[in-house]
């Protein structure tokens, strides 16, 4: 959080924190960071989301523009003066603009995390946010009032791959949301061919080989995330309920039983 925080003070006019009801310092390093930082303590309600959250962000600043970052992002100074630039254009209501994501504190160039490209950069009153963990963003203009930036915005991620188990546990809902979508019964086969189509998109289509062990890890993981959400999916179609084990072993002794 202090680094969040440092980063940005010097150049922009509000920092609106949505916390989600930590229980650590947040709070309080917050408050001692001065009369630019706005802190939110608005823990998610039953039903919502990271989309939620964010959007209770938007509803809260005060500025034009808004800038849509998590804790673990950081501007570099070309980013930075790209973004003060581009905002004075009236011929634009949003931007997008890409990340280096970090896996396991390591910048990744292949394995998918090069095709993030969202619009986090957007007018306040234009710009929503949808979807559940991998929001979705919605503005309220044509594509032609939509540019891009050319600098990328540095992501951390986790600090480590526990980290990153544990978050892909609360993501699991999304991908088997995804596939429940589809309507489709799930068969034997899939269990087997998604995970490995899986691991060839990351590892091979989209160069996560050229990441070296971080790449390989990262494709397994994928691979292993979407077969959880597929053995998930399969169980809920097939499930056997305990009142029907119980049925399937219920017996009744017989007279002769009580004759032995």
Same mark, same amino acid.
């Given at each position: 959080m202090p680094g969040f925080l440092d980063h940005l003070s010097s150049w922009v006019d509000e920092i609106v924190i949505v916390d989600d009801g930590s229980t650590d310092r947040t709070e309080a390093i917050c408050?001692?960071?001065?009369?630019?930082?706005?802190?939110?303590?608005?823990? *998610?309600?039953?039903?919502?989301?990271?989309?939620?959250? *964010?959007?209770?962000?938007? =509803?809260?600043? #005060?500025? =034009?523009? !808004?800038?849509?970052?998590?804790?673990?992002? *950081?501007?570099?100074?070309? !980013?930075?003066a790209e973004i003060r630039q581009a905002i004075r254009d009236t011929a634009k209501d949003g931007y997008r603009f890409r990340r280096l994501n970090h896996f396991m504190h390591r910048p990744m160039r292949g394995g998918g995390w090069q095709d993030w490209n969202l619009i986090?950069?957007?007018?306040? =009153?234009?710009?929503?946010?949808g979807g559940m963990f991998h929001e979705t963003c919605h503005l309220d203009a044509p594509s032609e009032r939509i540019g891009q930036l050319k600098r990328r915005m540095i992501h951390f991620n986790e600090h480590n791959f526990e980290k990153r188990l544990t978050k892909s546990g609360v993501y699991l809902e999304e991908i088997v949301k995804n596939i429940e979508d589809r309507g489709k019964k799930i068969k034997g086969w899939l269990l087997i061919w998604a995970p490995i189509k899986e691991f060839i998109k990351k590892y091979f289509y989209k160069l996560?080989?050229? =990441?070296?062990?971080?790449?390989?890890?990262? @494709?397994?993981h994928s691979a292993t995330a979407v077969?959880?959400?597929?053995?998930?999916?399969?169980? #809920?179609?097939? #499930?056997?309920? #305990?009142?029907? !084990?119980? *049925?399937?072993? @219920?017996?009744?002794p017989t007279d002769t039983w009580f004759d032995g």
């Open positions: 408050a001692a960071a001065g009369p630019k930082v706005r802190f939110l303590r608005l823990p *998610r309600r039953e039903g919502e989301y990271y989309s939620d959250q *964010r959007n209770k962000g938007i =509803d809260a600043a #005060r500025s =034009d523009w !808004l800038l849509h970052m998590d804790i673990d992002e *950081r501007v570099t100074s070309d !980013l930075a986090h950069l957007a007018r306040r =009153d234009l710009f929503r946010f996560g080989v050229r =990441d070296g062990v971080p790449g390989l890890i990262s @494709a397994l077969f959880r959400a597929y053995a998930l999916v399969w169980d #809920r179609q097939n #499930r056997i309920s #305990r009142d029907e !084990l119980e *049925r399937q072993v @219920a017996w009744k």
